[in-house]
C-alpha cells in the first residue's frame, strides 16, 4: 500500500493566530516530523530557536521538521517535500487570510499520497463578529468558518464574561456546524491535531505533552479498547457528530471483514483508511467537556462493552 | 537577428554609428506631440532624437546622414505594450491551437482552427515529429466556446496520442484539457474524485478538463509545461522581444513576475545583447512575499534596473476574473447568480503595500476585475495617501473592467491612471453579455470612453499571451467595441482613433512613468519608433488592426522585422 502522508490546514483571517498555532505544533511534535507549508515566510513564521536552515524555499526545523514556503503553487511545494530525503510524517498547511481553506482541501483531494485529515479554522474571538460583516472581507471570513472541519475560538483571554457568553451565543447561532475549542495564544491540546499514540499507552503519550495544566484540564480524553468487530464508516461518522461532544478521535479498530482500519476524526471530518500492519486496536478520544464518559461515549457510538473489556475494566487496566 | 559584431569591433562601430547623425525621412511622422502633430523628418543622434521637424530645420544640429529608406512608410513613436507577459515567447514552441489567426514570433501566420477536428489534426501533425513514443505533445490557446460542443474531452486527444501526455490550455489560461496519459502520471485516472473543477464522465472518470490552475498546475507538469508557467526564459524572451517588433513595440511589460536572481541576471544579460530590441519593465508581483519583504526586494530590483530591463516596479492582484467567477464584483454580483470571486490579497495587507511602496517610492500596478476590487484599491490608496501624500505616484488599475463613472470620477481626485482589457471586448464579450456581469455592465467593461472624459491618463492592453500582442488590434477592439459574434458592445464607451493612438503611446508610457523618456516623437526623447505601412489615422476605423508594421527603431537601432 502507498503511504499517505495527513494533511491538516490551518484557515483563518490575517491575525487569528495561526502562525502561533503552528510554532505551539513544532513545539509539541514529540518527535513526529512535521512539514509546514505556509504560503509566505510571514513576519517570523517560525519562532527563531526552532530554526536549524534555510535553504531558499526549504527552512529546516529542529527534530526534523521543516517549513516550505507555497507562494501560489501548492503542488509545486509538496513535490518539493517529496523530493525531500525522508517523508514527513505529517504535513500542516497554513492558508493564507483570506484563502478558503476548503479549497485547499479540495484541491489536495485530488493529489494522491494525501490524506486530508481536517480543516481547522482560527476565529480571533475580540474581532470575528465585527469582521463579520466588513465590507470586502465579511463575505469571505464567513466561508473560512463555514469551512472549518474544527472552529477554534483564539484569543479568549482577551474578552470579558458577556463577552464570551455573547460570541459563543453568536457561533452557535450561525456556525454550529463544527465542533468548537477554546483557546489562548492557539495553544490546543496539541494532540487534537497531530498523531497521537492509540492503544493501551495513549494516556500517557497524551499527557506527556508539554502544555501548561491549565490547558490540558480544558480537555478530557478518553481511550476506548476496540476488541470487537464495526461498522467502521458509522463508527467513524458517530464519532465526528457534534452531538457526540468529541473534537478528535484517532485510531485502530476491526472492520467486519476482520481488516483493521485506521479512524481519523478531526472535528466533524472523518475518514477511514487501511491501517497499517501490527497495530493493535483501540481509540482514543479528546473531549472539550469533562462531562463526557467513557460509558456515554460509548452509548453515543453504539459500542459494546465486551466481555473482555469489561474485564480488563475491572483489573483497572486503563490505570 | 542580426550577426552579432566582433566582440573588437563593436565598440567602434558603436561609436560611429550612434554619434553620427542620421535624419529620417517619412512619408509622414506622426509624432503624438501636439504642438507639431505630424512631420517630414526627425533626426537621430545617439539612440535619441535630435528634433522633430522639416530637413531644413533639422540640418542646423550639423552633419547628418539622410536616411530615406523610409520614404514610403509612417513613422509614429514606438508602441507601448502597457501590460502583457514575456512568457509569451516561451509559449510558442507548444502547438498554437487558438480560434483565430496569430502570427509567431517568427512570422509566420497560424491560421486560426475554426473545428475541434482541425485542432486534432494541427496536434497530430506535430505528434508525427516526436521520436520518443513518451514525450509530452503540448498545445495553447484553445477556445472551445467557439466550437459546437464546447466541450473537449480525453478521448479526442487520444485519439492524438494515447502513448504521450498531451495538455492543451485554454485562450483564457483557466483551463486544461488533458488526455487519459497526462491523466494517468498524475494520477488523476481514478474513480472518486470529487472536485469542482473535475468534471467526470458518465464513466465516473474525469473527462480531461481540468477547471483553474490549482487543478491543473500538478497535471500541467506531467503535459509539457515545465516549471513556473508564467516565467520567460532566455530564448522565450528573444522570441518575445521579435513579436514586439513585428507589432511595432519598442516598450513592453512583463507584468507578473517572481524575480527570482537567477532570472533577473538572464534578463539583464539577455537585454542588453546589442541587437535586443525591446525595453522591457518587469514588475514583481506580491503574492508569496510579506508586505515587508516585498518593498525589501523591489527596492534592490530598483538598483539592479538597465536602460531596457527595468525594474523596481510591484503589481498587486486583489482579485481573480470575469470569466472565471473569481473576480470581486459589487451588488448585484454575476449575472447567472455564481457566487462572489475570491481576493487574493488581505485589505490589511494591501495597505500595508501601498503605504510602504508610497513612503519608498515605488509604483505599484493592481490588477482588479471586479468593481469590489477596484473600491478596495481606492480606498486603500486614498487611505494610504494620508499617511503618504504624494503627488506623482502614478499608480495605476490594471484592467479594471468593470470600473464605473464614480469611481473614475474618484480615481481621477487620487491621479490614478487605467490600463484597459480592451481586448476582452472582442474575445469574451459575448460572454460578458450572455453569461457573468449581464447586457448592462458588460456595454461598459472596459470604460475608456468614461476613462478619458474623467481626465484618467489611459492605456490599453492585450494581457499576451492571453490575447495576441498588438498594440493597434487593441487600438482598433478600443475604438470599434465589437465582439467576436460582430455586435458593437457598448457604443457609448468607444473612443477615437486618436485617442486610442494616445493609449498605446504616450497614455501607456505614462502609466509606466516614462513619458520624458518615451511615447512620442520630440526632441531630446529615445529614438523609439514604429515603422508602419500604412497611416493609422488615415485608413477607416475598421482596418486598424490591419495595418502592416514594417518593423521598429528602438532607441536609434533599426529592426526590420523581415529580418528578426
Known amino acids: ?319 | 537577428m542580426r550577426t552579432p559584431v566582433p566582440v573588437e569591433f563593436q565598440a567602434q562601430d558603436t561609436y560611429h554609428e550612434l554619434e553620427m547623425t542620421t535624419i529620417y525621412s517619412a512619408k509622414k511622422i506622426i509624432t503624438m506631440n501636439p504642438a507639431r502633430p505630424v512631420v517630414s523628418h526627425v533626426a537621430v543622434r545617439d539612440g535619441r532624437i535630435l528634433g522633430a521637424g522639416t530637413l531644413s530645420e533639422l540640418v542646423g544640429f550639423g552633419e547628418y546622414s539622410l536616411d530615406e529608406r523610409f520614404e514610403d512608410k509612417i513613422l509614429m513613436p514606438g508602441l507601448i505594450e502597457g501590460h502583457s507577459h514575456a512568457v509569451e515567447g516561451k509559449w510558442w514552441r507548444f502547438v498554437y491551437c487558438g480560434f483565430h489567426d496569430r502570427m509567431d514570433p517568427h512570422g509566420k501566420i497560424w491560421s486560426g482552427l475554426q473545428t475541434m477536428d482541425d485542432v486534432i489534426a494541427r496536434m497530430q501533425e506535430k505528434e508525427k515529429t516526436l521520436d520518443d513514443p513518451t514525450q509530452a505533445l503540448t498545445g495553447w490557446a484553445i477556445d472551445p466556446i467557439y466550437y459546437s460542443d464546447k466541450k473537449i474531452t480525453r478521448q479526442m486527444l487520444d485519439c492524438i496520442s494515447s502513448t504521450r501526455p498531451i495538455g492543451i490550455i485554454h485562450a483564457s489560461a483557466h483551463t486544461m484539457s488533458v488526455n487519459t496519459k497526462a491523466l494517468e502520471l498524475s494520477d488523476f485516472m481514478r474513480a472518486g474524485i470529487e472536485h469542482v473543477g473535475v468534471p467526470l464522465g458518465d464513466d465516473g472518470m474525469p473527462t480531461g478538463e481540468l477547471k483553474g490552475p490549482d487543478v491543473y498546475f500538478s497535471v500541467a507538469q506531467e503535459a509539457g509545461f515545465d516549471g513556473n508557467m508564467l516565467e520567460f526564459d532566455e530564448s522565450g524572451l528573444i522570441d518575445f522581444s521579435r513579436l514586439c517588433v513585428r507589432n511595432g513595440v519598442t516598450t513592453a511589460t512583463d507584468l507578473a513576475a517572481q524575480l527570482s536572481d537567477d532570472i533577473v541576471d538572464v534578463g539583464i544579460r539577455v537585454t542588453n545583447e546589442t541587437d535586443f530590441p525591446v525595453r522591457i519593465f518587469s514588475f514583481r508581483f506580491h503574492i508569496g512575499l510579506t508586505p515587508q519583504e516585498l518593498i525589501e526586494q523591489v527596492k534592490s530590483l530598483k538598483l539592479r534596473s538597465t536602460d531596457r530591463f527595468r525594474l523596481g516596479k510591484i503589481k498587486v492582484i486583489a482579485d481573480g476574473s470575469i470569466q472565471g467567477f473569481t473576480a470581486r464584483l459589487n451588488w448585484p454580483g454575476y449575472y447567472n447568480g455564481a457566487p462572489n470571486g475570491l481576493w487574493y490579497i488581505a485589505p490589511e495587507q494591501m495597505l500595508a503595500i501601498y503605504e510602504m511602496a508610497l513612503e519608498a517610492e515605488l509604483q505599484i500596478h493592481t490588477h482588479t476585475n471586479g468593481d469590489e476590487a477596484t473600491d478596495l484599491a481606492l480606498d486603500t490608496l486614498e487611505a494610504a495617501l494620508k499617511k503618504h501624500p504624494s503627488n506623482n505616484h502614478r499608480f495605476t488599475i490594471q484592467h479594471g473592467q468593470l470600473i464605473n463613472a464614480a469611481q473614475y470620477r474618484r480615481m481621477a481626485k487620487l491621479d490614478m491612471c487605467v490600463n484597459h482589457f480592451a481586448n476582452h471586448h472582442f474575445y469574451w464579450g459575448d460572454e460578458h453579455y450572455r453569461l457573468t456581469v449581464g447586457p448592462e455592465r458588460a456595454e461598459r467593461m472596459n470604460a475608456c470612453r468614461t476613462a478619458l472624459d474623467n481626465g484618467i491618463p489611459l492605456a490599453i492592453h492585450s494581457d499576451a499571451p492571453i490575447t495576441p500582442l498588438s498594440p493597434l488590434f487593441t487600438a482598433w477592439c478600443a475604438v470599434n467595441r465589437l465582439t467576436h459574434s460582430g455586435r458593437t458592445q457598448g457604443e457609448y464607451e468607444k473612443i477615437t482613433v486618436e485617442e486610442a493612438l494616445y493609449a498605446i503611446t504616450i497614455g501607456a508610457a505614462y502609466t509606466l512613468n516614462i513619458d520624458d523618456e518615451v511615447g512620442s516623437i520630440e526632441a531630446g526623447k529615445q529614438a523609439d519608433f514604429a515603422v508602419l505601412h500604412e497611416d493609422p489615422t488615415a485608413v477607416p476605423a475598421m482596418q486598424l488592426k490591419d495595418i502592416g508594421v514594417w518593423g521598429t527603431i528602438q532607441g536609434g537601432r533599426v529592426f526590420a522585422a523581415s529580418d528578426i
Open chain 1, 1 to 319: 500500500m502507498q503511504a499517505v502522508t495527513p494533511v491538516t490546514i490551518i484557515g483563518g483571517y490575517l491575525g487569528c493566530g495561526k502562525t502561533t498555532l503552528v510554532n505551539h505544533l513544532l513545539r509539541n511534535a514529540n518527535g513526529a516530523r512535521l512539514a509546514v507549508l505556509v504560503n509566505d515566510f510571514g513576519e517570523l513564521p517560525i519562532d527563531a530557536d526552532l530554526i536549524e536552515a534555510q535553504d531558499g524555499d526549504v527552512i529546516s526545523l529542529s527534530g526534523g521538521c521543516v517549513c516550505c514556503s507555497f507562494g501560489d503553487d501548492l503542488s509545486r511545494s509538496l513535490k518539493t517535500l517529496r523530493a525531500l530525503d525522508s517523508l514527513p510524517d505529517h504535513i500542516f498547511i497554513e492558508a493564507s487570510g483570506v484563502a478558503l481553506p476548503g479549497a485547499i482541501g479540495n484541491s489536495l483531494s485530488l493529489l494522491r499520497g494525501y490524506q486530508l485529515e481536517g480543516v481547522v479554522v482560527l476565529v480571533d474571538a475580540t474581532s470575528v463578529q465585527a469582521a463579520s460583516v466588513q465590507k470586502y472581507i465579511g463575505d469571505t471570513i464567513d466561508r473560512q468558518l463555514n469551512d472549518a472541519d474544527l472552529l477554534v475560538l483564539n484569543k479568549m483571554d482577551l474578552l470579558n464574561d458577556s463577552q464570551a457568553i455573547e460570541l459563543r451565543q453568536w457561533i452557535c447561532e450561525y456556525y454550529a456546524h463544527a465542533p468548537l475549542v477554546e483557546a489562548v495564544y492557539s495553544k490546543i491540546d496539541p494532540a487534537i491535531l497531530l498523531n497521537i499514540k492509540t492503544g493501551r499507552n495513549s494516556r500517557d503519550a497524551s499527557n506527556q505533552a508539554d502544555y501548561t495544566h491549565d490547558i490540558s484540564s480544558m480537555y478530557s480524553s478518553i481511550s476506548l479498547r476496540m476488541d470487537q468487530q464495526v461498522d467502521v464508516p458509522i463508527l467513524a461518522e458517530r464519532l465526528s457528530d457534534k452531538g457526540c461532544g468529541l473534537v478528535r478521535a484517532k485510531g485502530f479498530v476491526m472492520d467486519y471483514d476482520n481488516s483493521i482500519k485506521t479512524i481519523q476524526v478531526v472535528g466533524r471530518r472523518w475518514s477511514v483508511t487501511n491501517a497499517p500492519a501490527g497495530v493493535e486496536t483501540g481509540l482514543v478520544c479528546i473531549a472539550t467537556s469533562s462531562e463526557l464518559t467513557e460509558e456515554k461515549l460509548r452509548s453515543f457510538c453504539n459500542i459494546e462493552v465486551t466481555k473482555q473489556d469489561a474485564a480488563k475494566l475491572q483489573c483497572g487496566y486503563f490505570d
